[in-house]
């Protein structure tokens, strides 16, 4: 009874602050979406530093109406907001942080829109992508594999009385039993089993990020510390989960790399790689694998292996970006995106790349066919059919380029149209092409060939054999397609096994791409990978 007085006082007051004119630039009265209402005050919203807040959020049954003049029913009460991302913050409908708080001050763990309790939300601001849904296809398409992915709700948001349009309220990536369901790891567990999980660990931008990054020992990939975090992780569990990385690339790195027993499977759990490989290709992620992307790990009591995801952040995938080749239906983004180095190495294993297509065939007659996908996109585009016009008012984009949009459709119809186009046409081109894989190692008939050591530091060997006689040429190039070495080049070798070795000098530690050409004609393409010396 003293808990619902309280909530009661606490709307009452929350109800004074909140201005009197709401939304009227879009006549904003009803929706058939929740409606989340924030009133920070004379306070502004900034980057990193939180400021607090009233929110409340009006969530009727389904089916019913909301409107903007009913009580708050779903949630009333403290919070604190920050925005949110790097190159987005520069559009005007911006994306936050919060989290929900008790009158203390201290986090207090709520259910949002009927989602599992919890204290650290998003808010998304879909913007340049006008179809409003390419991230919850996305986490849905991972949660269809089996995988926790972040829940979504849409909403349409109010704040400060001014209407924002539509949002996602989505579930922040922390370890918690409802999210990535890890175990605890606390600063005292420094030994054994107990030492050996839970991480949660990403590779993205800086920005945002709460300390300095740190480098995996093949010198090419930075890392950060997402749980623990960089202020409560403690110098063994640093090193621990680092020397467990620089182990999976040795193993990757090992002439056994691909042996069951001695290869990288003791670290890694191949499944979850493979289905993010999935959902990157589908949706052709221009960010995917290289930014945005984390890995967890839990006890080794628990399995304890290396594990792909959550999955996190495709505005920008789908056909939705003009550069890094996002707008084409063909082509592996993995090619695109060489970093990090180990999905080069993961493509030269057998098995592992036989796994991804039968995988891929398994799913492609159930998750992941065409009517699958298009009943996610046509229910998610039938829930917004009002919402939509009300943000398209405010946000006057529709027929706007908005970077980096390769498409431009004049009506929030175009834009859905597109996005079922695109993913029809990107569909069929994988179900061509799977395990083709011309740009990463294609040898023809009658030519056999091998780099090795790759991953290597200082030098390679390059083996080839050719079934008839024939003017060679192998060069070098960097992943932008400038010559870095030419190793030889239109010299006659007879027909037979041949070797040639390279010496790497002075050449910083980088991903290459190792071009084989025969009487002028290109026979072998292959990415090599160069490692810091020791």
Not at 59 to 69: R, Y
Not at 142 to 153: D, M, N, Q
Not at 420 to 437: G, V
Not at 472 to 481: A, E, P, T
Request: glycine letters at 6%; hydrophobic letters at 35%; proline letters at 4%.
């Amino acid at each position: 009874m003293r808990k619902l007085l309280r909530n009661r006082i606490n709307l009452i007051v929350f109800l004074l602050q909140v201005p009197v004119c709401l939304c009227a630039q879009v006549d904003f009265t009803s929706s058939n979406l929740p409606i989340i209402v924030i009133n920070t005050g004379s306070l502004e919203i900034e980057d990193e530093d939180r400021i607090v807040a009233d929110m409340g959020i009006i969530n009727k049954e389904a089916g019913l109406i909301n409107h903007i003049s009913d009580p708050f029913n779903d949630y009333a009460g403290k919070i604190n907001i920050e925005l949110r991302g790097a190159t987005s913050q520069e559009f005007p409908k911006q994306s936050y942080g919060l989290e929900t708080q008790d009158e203390s001050g201290d986090a207090r763990n709520v259910s949002l829109l009927d989602l599992p309790e919890e204290n650290d939300w998003v808010l998304y601001a879909p913007y340049s992508d006008k179809s409003l849904i390419r991230n919850i296809l996305a986490y849905r398409l991972s949660r269809e594999l089996g995988h926790y992915a972040p829940r979504t709700k849409l909403c349409e948001l109010v704040l400060n009385g001014d209407y924002r349009g539509v949002y996602v309220l989505l579930e922040k990536i922390k370890r918690d039993k409802n999210r990535v369901d890890i175990s605890r790891l606390t600063p005292e567990e420094i030994q054994g089993d107990d030492l050996s999980g839970g991480y949660i660990i990403k590779i993205d931008k800086n920005e945002g990020n709460s300390g300095p990054l740190w480098c995996s020992e093949s010198g090419l990939i930075y890392f950060q510390y997402e749980y623990p975090d960089y202020d409560e992780i403690v110098p063994e569990q640093k090193d621990y989960i680092k020397n467990y990385i620089d182990a999976f690339e040795e193993s990757l790195i090992s002439p056994n790399f691909s042996d069951p027993i001695l290869g990288y499977r003791t670290h890694m759990d191949d499944g979850s790689f493979i289905d993010f490989f999935i959902v990157n290709e589908v949706s052709k992620n221009i960010d995917g694998y290289m930014l945005s992307t984390f890995f967890h790990k839990d006890k080794e009591s628990n399995g304890g292996k290396l594990t792909m995801g959550p999955v996190w952040d495709y505005n920008l995938a789908f056909g939705n970006a003009d550069y890094r080749e996002g707008f084409r239906t063909d082509g592996f983004q993995v090619n695109i995106n060489s970093s990090p180095w180990w999905w080069g190495r993961l493509m030269q294993d057998t098995t592992f790349m036989n796994d991804i297509k039968k995988r891929w065939y398994s799913i492609r007659n159930d998750q992941f066919s065409n009517d699958a996908i298009f009943a996610i996109i046509d229910s998610l585009s039938l829930l917004l059919e009002e919402a939509q016009e009300r943000n398209f008012k405010r946000w006057d984009i529709l027929g706007s380029d908005i970077w980096p949009n390769y498409y431009v459709g004049e009506s929030y119809e175009d834009e859905i149209t597109f996005l079922k186009n695109w993913t029809s046409q990107r569909l069929l081109w994988l179900d061509e092409n799977m395990l083709d894989w011309t740009d990463i190692a294609y040898v023809p008939s009658g030519v056999e060939t091998k780099a090795y050591p790759n991953p290597f530091r200082t030098y390679f060997s390059y083996d080839f054999a050719l079934d008839k006689p024939g003017k060679v040429s192998l060069i070098l190039y960097d992943m932008n397609g400038r010559k870095v070495s030419t190793i030889v080049e239109n010299i006659y070798f007879p027909a037979g096994t041949h070797t040639l070795d390279w010496e790497a000098g002075e050449i910083p530690a980088s991903i290459f791409t190792l071009v084989l050409s025969i009487d002028g004609k290109r026979y072998s393409i292959q990415k090599l990978v160069k490692l810091w010396r020791e």
